[in-house]
Each structure stands twice: as structure tokens, then as C-alpha cells.
């Protein structure tokens, strides 16, 4: 279980979250909602001890174990994947060789042939570069390369982020196979349908501060907030 707790982090001398409070446990979904510039991105780099933005105060623990001072290659030993917003690759590299660059022997860590059997698509496309592959395909790679090192929790930026709808689909349902399998997920989300499609729990970040948290059948009943911080009628 990951337990984020009254975290501050600033870019400079501006605050960008304000005691930010989150849980994530294990074969769970929660989503991370909020406008444009609210903080979501902010929050996952705070998480991942990524030095920028600088988390000032609070805590990060992940079952039991401390990772607030930790830098983020220790933070991703410790169970933590993550998949950064924008999908980035390796232009020159192929498919192959960015899972291979991953593999390791560690207890829990995925081989590059489990990652083909969860992505048959990617093993199709194995010779293929960074630059030669579709936006759904470097997004499956992306999740495959966050789940080499064996996370107990899955940090995802927007991964539908630019997917068409079938595409979108395919997320949707690698995210329930991995949370089948145990894994804690929170996923950043703009595409509300999406998210509410997946999510067991939701909260909203509004300027660095979260304003809602609940189940998603309470969120898509609530007119008022699906209006004030997320801007739907
Ligand atoms: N490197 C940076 N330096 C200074 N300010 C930044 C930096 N990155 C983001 N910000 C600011 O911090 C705030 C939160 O940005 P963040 O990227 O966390 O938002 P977000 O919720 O992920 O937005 P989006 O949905 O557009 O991805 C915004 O006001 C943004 O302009
Ligand atoms: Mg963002």
C-alpha cells in the first residue's frame, strides 16, 4: 500500500502542491483528476523523487518503508513504476532493446518474454524504433517498460492521453489484467470516461490541493463537482 501523506512540493519559490494527501492500495484503481496545470504531473514527479518540483514537507511510504528521502532509481527498487505523461522513447532504439536495456534477475522483476506474452502486439513489432511505432503501441511499450523492475504500484501520466477510442480500449483492459494481477495503479486521467470506466476510487486536484475524493458512482452523481473542478455540464 502506498500512503502519500500532507506532501508539499514547490518549482522554485512557487508552491505547486499544497499538503496533498493520497492512498493507493494494492488490486486498486485510483484515478488522479483536475484540469490542465492543477498539479496531477506535479504529484507523480513529487512521488517518484524526481528533484523537481522539490517536495518541502510530508511523506511517501510504501508498506511500511520510508521512501521520502530516497532518490528516485531507489524509489523505483522499491516497488514504484512509472510512466511518464508524453509517452517518451528512444527514437533509435527498437522495441527489443528498450525492455532488454530494463531486464534484471531481482525477485519480482519481469523478463522481456513476460512482457511480450502480457503485450503480444509489442512482440510482433520487436525490431521496430522509437519513431516507427503508432501512439497505442508506444504507450503499451511504456506500461511494459514500467513493469520490468516488478512495481508493487504503477504510476501512469495520462496514458490515453492522444489514443483513439479502441486504443483506448486496450488500455483499459492491459489496466484491469494488471490489477488482477495485484498491482496498485494510480492513473492521472484527463479523459473522464475513461477513467470512471476503470477506477475503484477518484480524487481531484484543484491548484495543488485535493478538493474531492470518493467512489466514481458518487462522482458522476455530483453535478456540482463534476462542473466546479472539472469543468462538465
Ligand atoms: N518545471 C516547471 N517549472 C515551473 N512550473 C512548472 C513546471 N512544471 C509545471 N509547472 C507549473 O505547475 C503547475 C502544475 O503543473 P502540472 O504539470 O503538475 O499540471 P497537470 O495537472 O499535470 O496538467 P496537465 O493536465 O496539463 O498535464 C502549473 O501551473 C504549471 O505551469
Ligand atoms: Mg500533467
Known sequence: MLEVTDICSSYGEAKVLDR????????????????????????????????????????????????????????????IGYVPQGRRLFQSLTVLEHLQ?????????????????????????????????????????????????????????????????????????ILGTLRGEGLGILLVEQNLYSAMAVADRVYILETGRVVWEGLPEALMADQNTLHRYLGIH
Not at 55 to 75: C, E, F, K, P
Not at 109 to 133: C, I, M, T, Y
Not at 150 to 169: H, N, Q, S
Open 101 to 173: 536495456m530494463l531486464e534484471r534477475k531481482t525477485p519480482g522483476a519481469w523478463s522481456v518474454r513476460r512482457v511480450f506474452d502480457a503485450f503480444p502486439r509489442l512482440e510482433e513489432r520487436k525490431h521496430h524504433r522509437g519513431n516507427q511505432l503508432s501512439g497505442g503501441e508506444r504507450q503499451m511499450l511504456a506500461i511494459g517498460r514500467s513493469l520490468m523492475t516488478g512495481p508493487k504500484i504503477i504510476l501512469m501520466d495520462e496514458p490515453t492521453e492522444g489514443l483513439a477510442p479502441v486504443a483506448v480500449e486496450n488500455v483499459e483492459s
Open 20 to 79: 496533498v494527501s493520497i492512498r493507493v492500495g494494492q488490486g486498486e484503481i485510483v484515478a488522479l483528476l483536475g484540469r490542465n496545470g492543477m498539479g496531477k504531473t506535479s504529484l507523480v514527479r513529487s512521488i517518484m523523487s524526481l528533484g523537481s518540483p522539490s517536495v518541502t514537507s510530508g511523506s511517501v511510504i510504501l508498506d511500511g518503508v520510508n521512501l521520502s528521502a530516497m532518490r528516485s532509481h531507489q524509489v523505483a527498487n522499491q516497488g
